[in-house]
């Protein structure tokens, strides 16, 4: 019998006759995986055919895949939960309330008091991507995102915006043309609906069409019509999705689906002004109590879809394609992030902080995560690139001049972009300590990288459809370049060029750890960041942690506390003299979660407050307040250390540096001696300039201060640091 069905009986085409019968009464149909992208008729995780998306709107599907966490909840084992790609969801809001409501009814009696300060049964946070220009909806049952929007913020800020003009040039005369980032993420969702994704649009065009034939003035509209005007749509939609609902539309979503349906009209002279119109007014929900109750359910319907659609496109067309293409400078190319902005003002910093102190306090702070394209350390590392932009721009053309005999005689393998980024990485994960094993290492995982890069840009190769001719080049093109018999000359000038970088981007890297930790919102690290960490994106970012090598550290570092004032000045002096040991990052980290955990109140709800700087470095400080009650921390963080620092010669310490730069104090601050936790020592803020603080003082020894009044409001920081 078996062998019947497995083709052993029959002849020819008639084989497997009984085979394709047996299937052809089963509820699916078997076919090449490669048309999926075109015909599957359900919803998938992105597009992978495996992951058949589940209707959590369906009340009986929530309750039988919560059911497990339900139990963990009602036992007390489980207080939080983090919910992923929630715009994957039919309406997300929806789903956070009834989230909340479901686990209040498994708590019971302990659901007032889960977590203190918590205005809701259940601590969550969603994994919402965040446009630049967009924030996450105040009316969402969440304590806010999972943090995302703060790595983007944190790079913009240590960004030096004056290298704009300079990184843009390098870009191009590198690459040989600008490069339209608008543009090219149009082109790149496009490409994402005429492959992978093509089948959803295809559903999405034939409920539109059965829409308009229910009403005379739309049933002229054609199909093709509609379609072409749905696509350009989808193509110009400047954020992940809107949350549109039976309730309404809000203003912010309104004011997108304009954007786009304007921006679809002005793209494509071929697309139908009517039918954009048609879909426009169906989004908003244009005339919706007016129809029949029918036809308003079936524009619901299409609305939902479409909202799930737009997510998934824009995730798949810019973070899985575009920032592989755009390269201009990678450590922007972050997940959350817009590498369209070059930086962010200060102001605009501050302004975020205070935002989310006001709507989200208890919203994550990531730098580092799973999905990471890159590390926290290799962004903060290639942020100085930002700083010397001229330097760069003549380096990468140098290297491209070094290994053109590297790229074969008709040398169209790497692409220029692919080269380009493949120099960005090179500089970003070169490793701190120049031994065999390090670099060996270093080399199979930049060539794996370069594979996985090429690929999921989907220009010169991709995953549908891989071009070994390519991709062989692009492997022997990172074997050569990474040869040190057969390019050790270049390699050796190239160390020269990475060192000095290194070393400032090891303080930009400790400016950022500082900032995750001080402003408002709870810091969030992900395994293996307590040192530093040079990793690119998955698989790479998930392998071991040597958690007995952290903890042996740790136990060194804890020494701080029980040193003189000479103990600790060796220590700090030791640990930055060889910053790349990583006992500065462990030593910056444990201290800030002490002073968190010291006052708690003050960073869960201590008022932020900017502190302007003056001076002839005013422009290299980050300085914020945190206050509660009669406590109050100063946060003084540099950046843009090339300068700080004469290009990594000497540490960003003292009057040498700082010269006459000074930080006002908050306004009713009465305090003229600080205490600086992460050094133990003293720091005075009297002398000629009345109400400013000397930063020359403040960072005598350490990069970073973090001051809390001396006296009795700080008595227990004194004990307990």
């Known amino acids: 019998m078996l062998a019947r069905y497995n083709?052993?009986?029959?002849?020819?085409?008639?084989?497997?006759?009984?085979?394709?019968a047996l299937l052809e009464q089963q509820s699916y149909r078997l076919t090449f995986w490669r048309v999926a992208g075109y015909e599957i008729n359900y919803r998938r995780f992105f597009d992978i055919n495996e992951l058949a998306a589940l209707r959590m709107e369906d009340p009986e599907v929530f309750a039988a895949t919560h059911d497990l966490i339900g139990r963990w909840i009602a036992a007390g084992d489980v207080a939080g939960l983090r919910i992923d790609h929630p715009d994957g969801l039919r309406d997300p809001r929806g789903y956070c309330a009834r989230l909340q409501d479901w686990a209040r009814e498994r708590q019971g009696s302990r659901s007032?008091?889960?977590?203190?300060?918590?205005?809701?049964?259940?601590?969550?946070?969603?994994?919402?991507?965040?446009?630049?220009?967009?924030?996450?909806?105040?009316?969402?049952?969440?304590?806010?995102?999972?943090?995302?929007?703060?790595?983007?913020?944190?790079?913009?800020?240590?960004?030096?915006?004056?290298?704009?003009?300079?990184?843009?040039?390098?870009?191009?005369?590198?690459?040989?043309?600008?490069?339209?980032?608008?543009?090219?993420?149009y082109e790149c969702k496009a490409l994402i609906m005429h492959t992978t994704?093509?089948?959803?649009?295809?559903?999405?065009?034939?409920?539109?069409?059965?829409?308009?034939?229910?009403?005379?003035?739309?049933?002229?509209?054609?199909?093709?019509?509609?379609?072409?005007?749905?696509?350009?749509?989808?193509?110009?939609?400047?954020?992940?999705?809107?949350?549109?609902?039976?309730?309404?539309?809000?203003a912010a979503d309104r004011a997108v689906i304009d954007a786009a349906c304007a921006q679809a009209k002005g793209r494509n002279p071929l697309v139908e002004s009517a039918a954009v119109d048609f879909i426009c007014d169906l989004l908003r929900l244009e005339g919706?109590?007016?129809?029949?109750?029918?036809?308003?359910?079936?524009?619901?319907?299409?609305?939902?879809?479409?909202?799930?659609?737009?997510?998934?496109?824009?995730?798949?067309?810019?973070?899985?394609?575009?920032?592989?293409?755009?390269?201009?400078?990678?450590?922007?190319?972050?997940?959350?992030?817009?590498?369209?902005?070059?930086?962010?003002?200060?102001?605009?910093?501050?302004?975020?902080?205070?935002?989310?102190?006001?709507?989200?306090?208890?919203?994550?702070?990531?730098?580092?995560?799973?999905?990471?394209?890159?590390?926290?350390?290799?962004?903060?590392?290639?942020?100085?690139?930002?700083?010397?932009?001229?330097?760069?721009g003549e380096h990468s053309l140098w290297l491209k001049a070094c290994h053109?005999?590297?790229?074969?005689?008709?040398?169209?393998?790497?692409?220029?972009?692919?080269?380009?980024?493949?120099y960005q990485t090179l500089i970003g994960i070169w490793p701190l300590t120049d031994t065999p094993e390090a670099w060996g290492g270093m080399?199979?995982?930049?060539?794996?990288?370069?594979l996985k890069a090429a690929r999921e840009a989907k220009g010169e190769t991709s995953w549908v459809r891989p071009v070994s001719e390519y991709e062989d080049a692009l492997t022997a093109f990172v074997d050569a370049v990474t040869d040190w018999a057969r390019n050790g000359e270049t390699l050796a000038a190239l160390a020269a060029f990475v060192a000095p970088i290194a070393r400032?981007?090891?303080?930009?890297?400790?400016?950022?750890?500082?900032?995750?930790?001080?402003?408002?919102?709870?810091?969030?690290?992900?395994?293996?960041?307590?040192?530093?960490?040079?990793?690119?994106?998955?698989?790479?970012?998930?392998?071991?942690?040597?958690?007995?090598?952290?903890?042996?550290?740790?136990?060194?570092?804890?020494?701080?506390d029980e040193e003189d004032a000479a103990g600790r000045a060796a220590l700090l002096g030791a640990w930055l003299v060889r910053p790349e040991d990583g006992y500065v990052k462990l030593h910056l980290t444990r201290c800030l979660l002490h002073v968190r955990r010291a006052y708690p109140r003050l960073f869960a709800e201590g008022r932020y407050e900017p502190l302007e700087a003056q001076g002839p470095h005013a422009r290299h400080l980050v300085g914020f307040a945190r206050r509660f009650e009669d406590v109050t921390v100063l946060v003084v963080v540099p950046r843009h250390y090339w300068a700080l620092t004469q290009g990594g010669r000497r540490l960003p310490l003292g009057r040498a540096v700082w010269d006459e730069t000074r930080l006002s104090l908050p306004a009713g601050v009465a305090a003229s001696s600080w205490r600086d936790v992460l050094t133990g020592e003293r720091v005075a803020s009297h002398g000629p300039h009345a109400g400013s603080l000397e930063v020359a003082a403040a960072l005598a020894?350490?990069?970073?201060?973090?001051?809390?009044?001396?006296?009795?409001?700080?008595?227990?920081?004194?004990?307990?640091l």
Not at 7 to 20: M, V
Not at 204 to 232: C, K, V
Request: charge should be negative.
């Open 7 to 20: 083709g052993g009986e029959g002849e020819g085409a008639h084989r497997y006759d009984a085979l394709h």
């Open 112 to 185: 007032a008091t889960s977590i203190e300060g918590n205005p809701y049964p259940l601590y969550v946070v969603v994994e919402k991507i965040l446009g630049a220009d967009e924030s996450l909806p105040v009316d969402w049952a969440v304590n806010g995102t999972t943090g995302y929007d703060f790595t983007r913020l944190v790079s913009g800020v240590l960004v030096d915006a004056d290298g704009k003009a300079g990184i843009d040039a390098a870009y191009e005369a590198f690459v040989g043309a600008p490069d339209d980032y608008q543009g090219l993420l």
């Open 197 to 250: 994704l093509g089948s959803e649009i295809h559903a999405l065009g034939l409920a539109l069409d059965r829409i308009a034939e229910r009403d005379r003035r739309t049933r002229d509209l054609t199909l093709s019509a509609q379609r072409t005007a749905l696509f350009e749509i989808v193509a110009c939609f400047p954020v992940y999705r809107t949350y549109v609902t039976a309730d309404g539309v809000s």
């Open 288 to 392: 919706l109590d007016g129809r029949a109750p029918e036809e308003r359910q079936e524009i619901l319907e299409f609305v939902a879809a479409f909202q799930q659609y737009t997510s998934p496109v824009m995730a798949k067309g810019l973070e899985d394609t575009l920032f592989y293409r755009y390269n201009r400078l990678v450590s922007l190319n972050e997940v959350g992030g817009d590498p369209s902005r070059f930086a962010l003002s200060l102001n605009d910093f501050h302004k975020a902080n205070s935002e989310r102190l006001r709507y989200y306090p208890e919203t994550l702070l990531a730098t580092s995560t799973h999905d990471s394209k890159r590390s926290e350390d290799v962004r903060a590392r290639l942020h100085v690139l930002s700083e010397i932009p001229q330097s760069w």
């Open 404 to 422: 053109a005999a590297f790229k074969g005689q008709d040398g169209a393998a790497p692409s220029v972009r692919d080269e380009y980024l493949l």
């Open 443 to 450: 080399r199979e995982r930049l060539k794996d990288y370069a």
């Open 504 to 560: 400032a981007g090891l303080m930009t890297a400790l400016s950022q750890v500082a900032l995750k930790l001080t402003v408002p919102g709870i810091p969030d690290f992900y395994q293996g960041t307590e040192l530093w960490d040079f990793h690119l994106v998955d698989p790479d970012n998930r392998g071991p942690v040597d958690y007995g090598l952290r903890a042996r550290m740790l136990a060194e570092v804890a020494r701080f």
């Open 701 to 720: 020894r350490f990069p970073i201060a973090v001051l809390i009044a001396s006296g009795a409001a700080a008595a227990a920081m004194d004990e307990g």
